[in-house]
């Protein structure tokens, strides 16, 4: 296990070096534009409880300085795709990195990039980094604003574009050679092509002293740069720390996630970690630098293996045949003739806890095989799917049209190219490794008895939510975040913490609750901080299930204000009295200050807010800011980077979206009337019935903003048990201070709160569309992103008054918020959070809508108490 770790470990070093170096000058910097700077340090990779377990007292006091929040990563639960996120602010949809590793369908489903005993996806090749090709990065943002980066750690592709890279990897050994300076260059430019001129710049540093562990001395060799920057050679204003435990060793591997040797490295990279804070104190520097401290993922502790396969069958160029194995195999082969497959069908690869299938067929990933690929992907999900291999979880099973109720790549943003057809998972407390890899059978294990198996890459609390550590000027102090938060957020909240920089093409904004003096809630730490995880997701609806505090409502209007900011209501000081009434009603009820559309183009927006998911159309139904090239699934919703002028990538699928056209999901219209209500569209809609079933809305009322409240009035007066869609307002001027623009904001502003007080004893949820249409020339008026950065205000019973939550929305969580707010049965799950519970398929659970399988119920907008 350590020289796979060591291998992979200079692989992806080797990828980091395409960033480029633009220091090494003589020249001294010009002055920093920033009075503080920030550090994030990255960890991977061990459990939560080897945290609590430790002597840690420099991570605790970072804690016990600053606020603690649990972040979720990025599904699958592996290390690179995260470090990704941690660095770009987006998901696999935008940076295009689904995986630590995939098989190339163009290169008879080999590794993309090869390297002995290695196995890494080809952003790892310098013409492929996603942080050079994809969009921004903490890096390119902090210097367009005029600040200074650097780069420590053991793997490169995370360090591309910072000015300063320092690479800790001399000494290790890769494979029987010990890596030295020519031996490392070598790499870098012969196998994964990076410009000489690139390399030279990098600093190669290594050995450790005797004795002394890589992980360690990355932290040290930060500590002893901080040490040496003076006035000509300033410290640089972000810093990305990056160290990875199993350059070492694997003790996960061998001792378990949270074990005695777990906690033996959580106090080694402590006492570094102290040394980096003692450096910044040497140089008076401490109290103006802000520190972020997080997990690429989390582990857990498993006793059981799946055995469920590393191949499928195949044939190399001589004729030479290698027969598939393990669990699928043996099915595959002894049930495949029925379904039209073979052991030769497919190809698989199987990390922890997920495995990559594939349908291997002719021009896969082409139109010339895509009929008989998605042949294949059925057949094989239809013997996955059946229960009969030994360890699997079918609820967790991921594909792309959601084939027998899986979950979709969309709904958890893994579009890509270089995702698999389908994905499994294993249960709780098993993982998809052969750990004995002397023993066959699925179960117990055998030869690794003495110690659990700290597996990652699949699901479970211990792997999806790790501890996010944020201390410094720019955070609040003594403070617990009462809900999970986002890894892609914490590359923007990094930045954020400087004044100036945003991250351009980040999928969301920097995590509010955490940031000094901003309203957004938290909670002061408990005693027992071992206890906080568990408080945390179950008061957000990811762990037991959440029921009302006092009887549900009885009738619920979602009101949808076209082209309103969430800044330009709540921040814009400018426009204070013009937003007061909107301002007035939010202070009654729950504001959610990080709510985020996924999408710029209304009409997609407008059916996510009714559906709670994405159209699962076969063929895929594209939007506007796809990726036109990518046509076929999995690819299919791959986000276009860098971003097209105006954000329009695909023409036809912007067309395509303001056509009429019924997607065959069900809407929250049709769920409330399986609670007997009634159901409406009230106001100035667009396009918010166009892929709705014909009968989903019962009653259409066309008025103007003042006549809102009338018609809403009405309707509740002849139907009580009501559930109204209210549209409002459209395209705005894309200056918000001009005169025209407040004008429409008083009328907005003022024409809410009027349907509110008609609405009576309704649930209402108030919200936008998005501040700007797609192609609005003046769009992002508040900053980068800021125009899917909406308002989303819950008020009415059961609702939390005076509260402002940063629970991460978006418009597809509104279906699962308002039946949880009628009173509908609701389900809860550690992943997918609170769903109205639907009738199941194939014994994977299903919410209510059906469609709606991309949000859940916003429970911090509730009093609430937990069911077992």
């Known amino acids: 296990m350590r020289r796979l770790a060591v291998a992979f470990a200079l692989s992806s070093l080797l990828t980091a ?83 630590n590793a995939w098989l190339s369908r163009t290169q008879d489903f080999g590794p993309p990039i090869n390297l002995p005993g ?75 092509h990076y410009p000489a001129s690139v390399v030279a710049s990098y600093h ?51 001792f378990g996630a949270d074990g005695d040797a777990i906690v033996q490295v959580v106090e080694e990279y402590d006492a570094a970690l102290g040394d980096v804070l003692a450096a910044l104190q040497e140089k008076s520097l401490l109290d103006s630098t802000n520190i972020l401290f997080t997990l690429d993922h989390g582990k857990v502790d498993t006793h059981n293996q799946v055995v469920l396969g590393s ?60 009929a008989r690929q998605a042949e294949v992907t059925r057949a094989l999900l239809s013997l996955i799917q059946s229960g009969q291999i030994a360890g699997l979880d079918i609820t967790r099973t991921m594909t792309a049209d959601g084939a027998m109720g899986t979950r979709t790549f969309h709904d958890f943003r893994g579009n890509s190219p270089n995702t698999a057809d389908i994905l499994v998972y294993p249960i709780d407390d098993w993982t998809l490794n052969q750990v004995d890899t002397t023993n066959t059978t699925p179960g117990p294990f055998v030869d690794h008895a003495q110690f659990p198996y700290g597996r990652h890459g699949g699901f479970s609390n211990d792997e999806l939510y790790v501890p996010l550590i944020l201390a410094g000027p720019a955070f609040k102090q003594g403070a617990l975040v009462p809900h999970p938060v986002e890894h892609p957020d914490v590359g923007a909240t990094a930045v954020a913490a400087l004044g100036k920089p945003r991250l351009a093409t980040a999928a969301r904004g920097p ?59 709540f921040d814009d000081d400018a426009l204070a009295s013009a937003a007061q009434p909107m301002r007035d009603l939010a202070a009654t009820g729950t504001r959610f200050t990080d709510a985020w559309c996924r999408s710029r183009d209304w009409p997609v927006t407008e059916y996510q807010l009714l559906a709670g998911g994405y159209p699962t159309a076969t063929p895929f139904f594209a939007a506007a800011e796809d990726d036109p090239t990518q046509t076929l699934p999995p690819g299919a919703g791959l986000l276009k980077m860098p971003v097209a002028s105006h954000f329009i990538a695909n023409q036809p699928a912007y067309d395509a979206w303001r056509q009429p056209m019924a997607f065959g999901a069900d809407s929250i219209f049709d769920a409330a009337h399986a609670l007997g209500m009634t159901t409406a569209l009230v106001g100035q809609p667009d396009f918010h019935t166009l892929h709705l079933a014909d009968g989903s809305v019962d009653v259409s009322m066309p008025t103007d903003a003042a006549g809102a409240a009338a018609a809403i009035g009405a ?120 769903w109205a519970q639907g009738t199941a398929a194939g014994g994977v659970p299903q919410p209510t809508p059906r469609s709606a399988t991309e949000g859940h119920a916003l429970v911090r907008g509730f009093n609430i108490v937990a069911s077992p």
């Open 17 to 99: 070096a395409c960033g480029g170096n633009k220091g090494g000058g003589s020249t001294p910097p010009p002055p920093s534009a920033f009075t503080t700077r920030t550090i994030e340090i990255d960890i991977d990779d061990h459990g939560l409880a080897g945290l609590w377990m430790a002597n840690a007292p420099n991570l605790k006091g970072l804690i016990a300085r600053g606020t603690f929040a649990f972040s979720r990563v990025v599904v699958p639960t592996h290390s690179n795709q995260n470090n990704m996120a941690l660095i770009t602010g987006q998901y696999p949809d935008g940076d295009n990195v689904p995986a």
């Open 118 to 192: 290695v196995s890494i996806g080809d952003y790892t090749d310098y013409k492929n980094n996603p942080l050079l090709t994809r969009g921004d990065s903490v890096y390119h943002a902090v210097q367009r604003a005029g600040g200074r980066t650097a780069y420590f750690g053991q793997l490169p592709p995370f360090e591309a574009g910072a000015d300063e890279v320092h690479l800790s990897i001399i000494g290790a050994t890769f494979g029987t050679a010990t890596i030295t300076a020519p031996f490392a260059m070598g790499l870098l430019t012969d196998v994964l």
């Open 204 to 254: 190669l540093d290594g050995p450790p002293p005797a004795g002394e562990s890589y992980l360690t001395f990355t932290l040290r060799d930060a500590a002893a740069f901080i040490r040496a920057t003076s006035a000509t050679a300033p410290m640089p204003d972000y810093m990305f720390i990056w160290d990875f435990i199993a350059i070492d060793d694997d003790p996960t591997s061998s």
């Open 311 to 370: 191949r499928g069958e195949s044939t190399d160029s001589t004729g030479v045949t290698t027969s598939a194995d393990g669990q699928l195999g043996a099915l595959v082969a002894a049930q495949g003739a029925t379904v039209g497959i073979t052991p030769a069908d497919y190809a698989l690869l199987n990390e922890d806890g997920d495995a990559l299938i594939y349908a291997r067929v002719d021009g896969a990933g082409t139109p010339a095989g895509a």
């Open 511 to 569: 995590i509010r609750a955490v940031l000094a003096g901003d309203p957004t809630e938290v909670w002061p730490q408990p005693a027992d901080m071992t206890t906080a995880r568990q408080m945390v997701l179950d008061a957000s609806g990811f762990g037991a299930r959440p029921t009302l505090a006092a009887a549900p409502a009885t009738a619920a209007v979602i009101i949808d204000v076209g082209g309103v900011y969430d800044e330009e209501i």
């Open 715 to 834: 309707l509740l007066a002849q139907h009580p048990h009501l559930l109204a869609v209210v549209a409002l307002g459209g395209p705005r001027t894309g200056d918000r201070h001009a005169a025209s623009a407040v004008a429409d904001l008083e009328t907005l502003a003022s024409a809410v709160p009027a349907v509110a007080r008609a609405a009576g004893g309704a649930l209402i949820a108030i919200t936008s569309r998005g501040a700007t249409t797609i192609d609005d020339p003046m769009a992002d008026a508040y900053g980068a992103g800021t125009s899917r950065h909406v308002p989303l205000v819950l008020v009415g019973p059961n609702v939390r008054a005076g509260a402002s939550s940063g629970q991460p929305a978006v418009p597809a969580d509104l279906p699962a918020t308002i039946l949880f707010g009628l009173g509908a049965p609701v389900a809860t799950d550690l992943a997918t959070g609170t």
